[in-house]
């Protein structure tokens, strides 16, 4: 079968790779000139499979509110005139409550897992090498009442099979000396041994980079204008090369579209509608001074709601949500307060250990930003979609790198006929479509399994 993946992040680059391993023939189009140059290129770094609890949760909406005035806010919802923010948002608010927590928390543990394995084999097969630390996750707290929720957390993620060890303070200081200069603001910690951390863009560069390898076309800097449909199918894709000009129309037996929050405009085109909206991160990355004051476990602070991964000589520090639209400035006031929180929390965690005067004092933080392809659930569309040949990979939100090798591998299966080996809500999917030939529209369920 013939395959264009449209995008070239984490998710279009290991749809691509397991297509390509099932011995079908793949295009990749992104308008960028390599690969996870968009929201996959400076994120937190975690494969965060045990820490993968969606935003939405019944105390999210009045901390939201909370927040709606402070600029360094984890989660940030900057009202627009715009439809689909107001109904994403009133879709955010549905799934606020335990039921659909637990529900969503369910379906993400379940893709974690299975990715994890998968991200696992890919690394065997091919010896990449991504700054990868087999390290664990530990998130350490500076209130007492905030750590006395965690044990609740980990009871409910035990029970998804999720081992999250609750530490004291002592304990955590000997999973990650390198706290020590922040001890006694610690109240506890806990701590996922299995989890680990690396670099998302390396990682993906390399995969798109053996997929060329494997007879993969690779169409940089091409910008997708239109998808083509007739009868109810996708029947072309139109592309634009951005150095030429010319545009060009790719046929293919199927079409993956895997372009990160830029998935909801484009599927609109064609009549899906899609509830991706972006959320607006940002990252600080600095070179490390002082390696033995470096954790090498990757960290969430609990106060500050951010992640610190290293990378080799370099430290990485991501965060907070912004819910504004498309917008991906980094020299706004807003967004400049945020970096600036990146960098102090650093210093005041691990001082003496990065790099972190400004660029105003002869520092050189790389700050960074990125819109997270957000679903309400934090579950990602990952199936068929009511276009005939038309399949979507796409709203990995806040574990898109944690998700990535899996999800490309579930949705190669499912166009390949085969059943994932994981309990997982697929869009439209069921028996028959599994069963049936990816190109077929006649195979198409009648309903979606999940809003
Ligand atoms: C601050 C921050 C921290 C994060 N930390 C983590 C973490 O620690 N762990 C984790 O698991 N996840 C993390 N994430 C989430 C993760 O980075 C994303 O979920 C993931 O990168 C999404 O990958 P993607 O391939 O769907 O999107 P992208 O990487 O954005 O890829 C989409 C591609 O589509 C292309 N494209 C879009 N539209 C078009 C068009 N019209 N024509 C041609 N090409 C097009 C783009 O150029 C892009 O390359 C973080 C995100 C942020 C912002």
Redesign the pocket.
């Known amino acids: 079968m013939q395959v264009v993946v ?9 749809t691509a790779w397991h297509l390509l391993q099932r011995g079908h023939e793949v295009t990749i ?4 000139p390599d ?14 499979v045990s820490y993968c609890e969606p935003w939405a949760n019944r105390d999210a909406p009045l901390k939201a509110l909370k927040w709606m005035f402070s600029p360094t806010a984890p989660l940030l919802f900057r009202p627009q005139m715009d439809l689909a923010q107001w109904r994403w948002g009133l879709q955010f608010l549905g799934q606020c409550n335990d039921t659909a927590f637990e529900r969503n928390v369910a379906q993400i543990v379940a893709l974690g897992a299975y990715s994890h394995a998968a991200l696992k084999d890919v690394v065997a097969d091919t010896g990449i090498e991504y700054n990868r630390l087999e390290c664990g996750i530990a998130h350490y707290y500076s209130e007492q009442q905030s750590f006395d929720g965690a044990a609740e957390a980990a009871a409910l993620m035990q029970k998804f099979g999720v081992k999250r060890h609750i530490l004291t303070r002592e304990e955590l200081l000997k999973v990650e000396p390198a706290l020590n200069a922040y001890a006694d603001r610690i109240v506890g910690g806990t701590f996922t041994p299995s989890d680990e ?1 690396g670099d ?1 863009k390396v990682f ?1 560069q390399q995969l798109a980079a053996l997929c060329a390898q494997r007879g993969a076309q690779m169409l940089f800097d ?4 239109r998808i083509e449909t007739s009868g109810g199918a996708a029947t072309a894709v139109l ?1 634009r090369n951005l150095t030429s000009g010319q545009m060009r129309s790719l046929k293919a037996d199927a079409y993956v579209v ?6 909801t ?2 599927m609109k085109s064609v009549g899906v509608s899609v509830p991706i909206y972006p ?5 600080a990355t600095m070179r490390v001074l002082d390696p033995a004051k470096a954790p090498q476990v ?1 960290m969430i602070d609990d106060s500050m709601k951010i ?1 610190m ?1 290293r990378l080799g000589d370099h430290i990485r520090v ?4 912004e819910l504004g639209g498309f917008d991906t400035a980094l020299d706004t006031p807003l967004a400049k307060k945020r970096c600036d929180m990146l960098v102090r929390r650093i210093e005041e965690v691990f001082p003496g250990m990065a790099d972190t005067r400004t660029p105003e004092e002869g520092g050189d933080p790389q700050y ?6 957000a679903t309400p659930t934090n579950i ?1 569309m990952i199936g068929r979609t009511k276009i005939g040949k038309l399949w979507i ?12 090798a899996g999800s490309g591998k579930a949705l190669a299966e499912l166009m390949n006929g085969e059943v994932p080996a994981m309990d997982f809500g697929f869009t439209r999917q069921t028996p028959v479509a599994r069963r049936s030939n990816a190109g077929s529209p006649a195979a198409i369920a009648p309903k979606p399994s999940r809003a």
Do not use: M
């Open positions: 449209l995008g070239a992040g984490i998710i279009g680059v290991s189009v992104d308008r960028q690969a996870a140059l968009e929201t996959s290129f400076a994120n937190a770094a975690q494969i965060s951390s998302a993906t091409h910008s997708v204008e592309v895997a372009c990160g929050s830029y998935t405009p484009l959320g607006k991160g940002y990252s990757s992640a991964s991501a965060g907070t949500i960074w930003t990125g819109l997270r392809p990602p990979n796409a709203g990995h939100g806040t574990l898109g790198w944690t998700h990535g």
